[in-house]
């Protein structure tokens, strides 16, 4: 019999969308629901006939949950934005392209990030691979650097010299990474002609590269020279796709990758980043995912803000999701923290205005909400929560007076 093509469906980040106009059924729910429901909520609609509804879960990008159903998951947050984002984030080298290269769908952008990669990397392959001296120790029959005596002392038999030397060679961790990151490339949900692509340019970095796993950590923060400075935003790119190359599902007779991003923590971690940036200029320092413990219970706030002097002015907890106003248990939590690190203002951030935003006194603290519109240009969003949060001042509580 056969194979069914698969059905790729189509879902936005914080929209909820009805399983029949989907054209999924019961057993398709569960289906998504035992391999996916970490990445897609399912809950009945009761305006519908008890029909079920969906949503992703905070992530975007390609989900394939069997042989017949497929996701892809837009992003609300326009591309272009989006790119911004994940390069204020992790410093990724979104900048190197045009405004053309974020026009289309998702799916499309993605595809042609992974083609950008696979082609400069057949262009380094060609110009030259950057290498370095890598210490070795090998036996051979000819003595080369230096010998292990003891080694020699303890086998005398041996017709063949221990020896220790350093060689010229660009099996290093520079061309690892790139060849690890295309290995990925090649097993997530493309077109045919970009996993073609893919497997070129590992095929020529793999005459002279071997194919081992690289930790994610291994891609960002690495001290480059004049000779592998070109390499650089390669990296970035290959963290991209090893950082959302996400669990393998069986579909049919072969194995193939999800690709998603978490926009919820990429929203927390561009929020953070972004005023890290900007408030040192107000005299003010940004402390993200601070953990702090009340007897025995941890607790970690997405931002703190303190003074030049180390002092604690306000905790922001960011909330990537829409909303008319803010949940009480977020206002717990965001006053619960404030209560804890001694300051009299906690934000909730939210990425687009509330139609009910929230400015009001819990005791002595002042809770907001305000929003980072990732709508409109970032720039001029991020200074208008800039100016927002700015009012906050050094302030002693009640319970520190008394």
């Not at 097993?187 to 994610?216: H, N, W």
């Not at 995912?289 to 703190?304: A, C, P, T």
């Amino acid at each position: 019999m056969q194979a069914t093509a698969p059905t790729t469906l189509h879902l936005t980040d914080r929209k909820w969308e009805t399983a029949s106009e989907l054209g999924l059924n019961n057993e398709d729910i569960s289906e998504v629901l035992a391999k996916a429901g970490k990445f897609i909520e399912c809950s009945t609609a009761q305006d519908k006939g008890m029909s079920w509804k969906i949503t992703p879960r905070g992530y975007i990008g390609h989900l394939p949950v069997s042989e017949r159903i497929r996701f892809l998951i837009e992003p609300k947050v326009p591309i272009g934005n989006l790119f911004r984002m994940i390069e204020v984030a992790t410093g990724f080298e979104a900048k190197v392209f045009d405004s053309s290269f974020f026009v289309g769908d998702l799916s499309e952008v993605f595809e042609r990030l992974a083609r950008h990669l696979s082609k400069m990397v057949m262009q380094i392959c060609r110009s030259g691979l950057y290498r370095t001296y890598a210490a070795r120790q090998e036996e051979l029959k000819y003595i080369r650097g230096s010998i292990n005596p003891i080694s020699m002392v303890m086998r005398p038999h041996k017709l063949q010299f221990d020896c220790r030397f350093e060689e010229h060679t660009p099996d290093i961790a520079e061309n690892r990474i790139l060849a690890w990151a295309l290995r990925q490339i090649s097993s997530m949900p493309f077109r045919s002609e970009t996993t073609s692509l893919a497997l070129r340019a590992l095929g020529m970095l793999r005459s002279e590269v071997a194919l081992v796993r690289m930790p994610l950590e291994c891609c960002l923060d690495r001290d480059y020279n004049r000779l592998n400075l070109k390499y650089e935003p390669l990296h970035h790119l290959c963290w991209f796709f090893l950082a959302n190359c996400g669990p393998v599902f069986d579909t049919g007779d072969h194995m193939i990758r999800s690709f998603l991003l978490n926009i919820d923590k990429l929203f927390e971690t561009f929020v953070a980043r972004w005023l890290q940036n900007r408030l040192p200029r107000e005299g003010m320092r940004v402390d993200p995912q601070y953990s702090f413990n009340v007897q025995h219970l941890e607790f970690k706030v997405d931002i703190l803000i303190k003074d030049s002097e180390g002092a604690t002015l306000a905790v922001l907890d960011t909330k990537y999701k829409d909303a008319d106003k803010p949940r009480q248990d977020d206002v717990s939590q965001v006053v619960t923290y404030a209560l804890a690190n001694k300051c009299r203002d906690a934000i909730l951030v939210y990425p687009s205005p509330l139609s009910m935003p929230l400015d009001s006194l819990v005791g002595d603290i002042r809770v907001r909400s305000l929003w980072f519109d990732l709508e409109k240009d970032l720039e001029e969003a991020g200074e208008q929560l800039a100016s927002a949060i700015m009012p906050v001042r050094r302030l002693p509580l009640s319970s520190d007076t008394g």
